[in-house]
């Protein structure tokens, strides 16, 4: 496979990951992300870069989110500790747990991970006293800074982005060949009827969720990366000048909304993250709203012929994938073995091992420019999210504190199971971020 630069991947990846929804908002997160107000929240201080070899018989607990990386984060680890000696014990929380509830519990019983994940932005303000400045480790001089921004408080680095994700319709070239789709839709009123050839031909259209997160705040996202001003509107939204009520974006964006779960299988209502790809995995489905990241737990199953579609919600043709750093790596300063933390993520993104992990087995589109990579390691859904990255939205949920998008994936809930309608949708949208901001 031809091998493509990690540094033009990421560079053209990142041109809108920084954080607004699309290609004519670049502001920086600074200008509506409020500084810590006080000592006590300020980020920790910068510690000196980790230099000395690991030492013996340490361990190192790692509290992380994604699913599907835990068997190969768990091989990985194995790995340093034989290279090092340096024990890594991985505990895994994701899918259909609430991470940052389960990772709050787990500082509250005083049992304190020396590494965690935030997604940034608002979600990491309640951890400033504990994110170690990262900034000068050596490898921080190679992220490509817009995969830093959400994690970059006064200047501060404050994680290590974890890898680049774009999101959108993820689909199987063979069953839309079968079902005699030539001509892929880009518009809402065109992938309504890729839906109803697919369903004529016997193939279900969509393989959907009931998670809270996946109908939450990836589908929602959607509307608000598609805002003329993502950033102002969110800021608004927050301040209670704006609302989801009456947005014209939001108005037609449910309209996507209802399409998917029309064409979506029949048990949709009780079917979990894990059961949603393996169904789209099979082949029993020709669609699904996911990322990049579902790759791996494709490939166990079988070798698909796929491609990753914007999501339209009008018949505009402007529709958009959505792409952002996923995740970081955070180092708790709390932690009597922090500089043995640094220690290993230092050696996941410079050593020939921690390399190939991320591209060969996470499948991860890298953050660091010195990270190489290729089509074969990252998969069909990482080039094709490489393909449209210089035209994707951003991700903005993580804008909001956390509990707001919580709030957001039990109304989609509601709404998914018929049990209120579209102005009820949109009043609970409104009334999560109200009830949360204004505490």
Same mark, same amino acid.
């Not at 990262?134 to 408080?153: F, H, K």
């Not at 509307?223 to 009520?245: H, R, V, Y």
């Not at 990579?373 to 909001?400: C, F, H, M, P």
């Given at each position: 496979?031809?091998?493509?630069?990690?540094?033009?991947?990421?560079?053209?990846?990142?041109?809108?990951?920084? $954080?607004?929804?699309?290609?004519?908002?670049?502001?920086? &997160?600074?200008?509506?992300?409020?500084?810590?107000?006080?000592?006590?929240?300020?980020?920790?201080?910068?510690?000196?870069?980790?230099?000395?070899?690991?030492?013996?018989?340490?361990?190192?607990?790692?509290?992380?989110?994604?699913?599907?990386?835990?068997?190969?984060?768990?091989?990985?680890?194995?790995?340093?500790?034989?290279?090092?000696?340096? #024990?890594?014990?991985?505990?895994?929380?994701?899918?259909?747990?609430?991470?940052?509830?389960?990772?709050?519990?787990?500082?509250?019983?005083?049992?304190?991970?020396?590494?965690?994940?935030?997604?940034?932005?608002?979600?990491?303000?309640?951890?400033?006293?504990?994110?170690?400045?990262?900034? $000068?480790?050596?490898?921080?001089?190679?992220?490509?800074?817009?995969?830093?921004? &959400?994690?970059?408080?006064?200047?501060?680095?404050?994680?290590?982005?974890?890898?680049?994700?774009?999101?959108?319709?993820?689909?199987?070239?063979?069953?839309?060949?079968?079902?005699?789709?030539?001509?892929?839709?880009?518009?809402?009123?065109?992938?309504?009827?890729?839906?109803?050839?697919?369903?004529?031909?016997?193939?279900?259209?969509?393989?959907?969720?009931?998670?809270?997160?996946?109908?939450?705040?990836?589908?929602?996202?959607?509307?608000?990366?598609?805002?003329?001003?993502?950033?102002?509107?969110?800021?608004?939204?927050?301040?209670?000048?704006?609302?989801?009520?009456?947005?014209?974006?939001?108005? #037609?964006?449910?309209?996507?909304?209802?399409?998917?779960?029309?064409?979506?299988?029949?048990?949709?209502?009780?079917?979990?993250?894990?059961?949603?790809?393996?169904?789209?995995?099979?082949?029993?489905?020709?669609?699904?709203?996911?990322?990049?990241?579902?790759? $791996?737990?494709?490939?166990?199953?079988? #070798?698909?012929?796929?491609?990753?579609? &914007?999501?339209?919600?009008?018949?505009? $043709?402007?529709?958009?994938?959505?792409?952002?750093?996923?995740?970081?790596?955070?180092?708790?300063?709390?932690?009597?073995?922090?500089?043995?933390?640094?220690?290993?993520?230092?050696?996941?993104?410079?050593?020939?091992?921690?390399?190939?992990?991320?591209?060969?087995?996470? #499948?991860?589109?890298?953050?660091?420019?010195?990270? &190489?990579?290729?089509?074969?390691?990252?998969?069909?859904?990482?080039?094709?999210?490489?393909?449209?990255?210089?035209?994707?939205?951003?991700?903005?949920?993580?804008?909001?504190?956390?509990?707001?998008?919580?709030?957001?994936?039990?109304?989609?809930?509601?709404?998914?199971?018929?049990?209120?309608?579209?102005?009820?949708?949109?009043?609970?949208?409104?009334?999560?971020?109200?009830?949360?901001?204004?505490?």
């Amino acid at each position: 496979m031809k091998r493509i630069s990690a540094g033009i991947l990421i560079a053209s990846l990142l041109t809108v990951a920084a $954080g607004c929804g699309n290609n004519n908002n670049n502001a920086s &997160p600074a200008s509506s992300e409020a500084a810590p107000s006080s000592a006590s929240s300020a980020p920790a201080s910068s510690a000196a870069p980790s230099s000395d070899a690991p030492k013996k018989d340490v361990t190192i607990k790692v509290f992380q989110f994604k699913v599907e990386i835990a068997d190969a984060l768990n091989k990985m680890a194995e790995q340093y500790e034989k290279e090092t000696g340096v #024990k890594v014990d991985v505990e895994t929380h994701g899918g259909g747990e609430d991470y940052n509830a389960l990772l709050k519990a787990e500082i509250a019983s005083g049992s304190e991970p020396e590494i965690f994940n935030s997604e940034g932005y608002a979600a990491l303000e309640p951890y400033y006293d504990r994110a170690t400045d990262l900034s $000068g480790e050596a490898w921080a001089t190679d992220v490509v800074n817009s995969a830093a921004a &959400p994690a970059r408080v006064d200047g501060k680095l404050l994680g290590m982005p974890m890898n680049i994700e774009g999101y959108g319709i993820v689909y199987n070239k063979d069953l839309f060949a079968k079902a005699g789709i030539t001509e892929l839709p880009k518009t809402l009123t065109q992938l309504e009827a890729a839906a109803k050839k697919l369903q004529d031909a016997g193939i279900t259209p969509f393989s959907t969720t009931n998670e809270w997160w996946s109908i939450g705040h990836h589908t929602i996202n959607v509307g608000l990366s598609e805002q003329p001003d993502p950033i102002q509107f969110i800021d608004d939204n927050k301040k209670g000048t704006a609302s989801f009520k009456g947005n014209a974006v939001f108005e #037609k964006w449910i309209n996507y909304v209802d399409l998917v779960f029309k064409y979506s299988q029949k048990d949709k209502l009780t079917t979990d993250y894990a059961t949603q790809v393996a169904t789209f995995a099979s082949g029993k489905a020709a669609m699904i709203q996911q990322g990049n990241w579902i790759q $791996g737990d494709i490939d166990k199953v079988a #070798k698909l012929n796929l491609g990753m579609l &914007p999501i339209p919600i009008d018949d505009s $043709g402007k529709a958009h994938i959505y792409t952002g750093p996923a995740n970081f790596w955070i180092v708790n300063s709390k932690s009597k073995n922090a500089e043995e933390a640094k220690k290993f993520l230092a050696w996941m993104v410079t050593s020939d091992t921690g390399k190939s992990y991320i591209t060969k087995e996470f #499948k991860f589109i890298p953050a660091l420019v010195t990270i &190489p990579a290729t089509q074969e390691d990252i998969g069909q859904l990482g080039a094709a999210v490489s393909e449209q990255a210089k035209e994707a939205g951003g991700w903005n949920w993580g804008r909001y504190p956390d509990g707001v998008i919580q709030g957001w994936g039990a109304a989609m809930q509601e709404y998914q199971g018929g049990s209120i309608d579209k102005d009820q949708l949109f009043d609970k949208f409104d009334k999560a971020v109200k009830d949360i901001v204004s505490k």
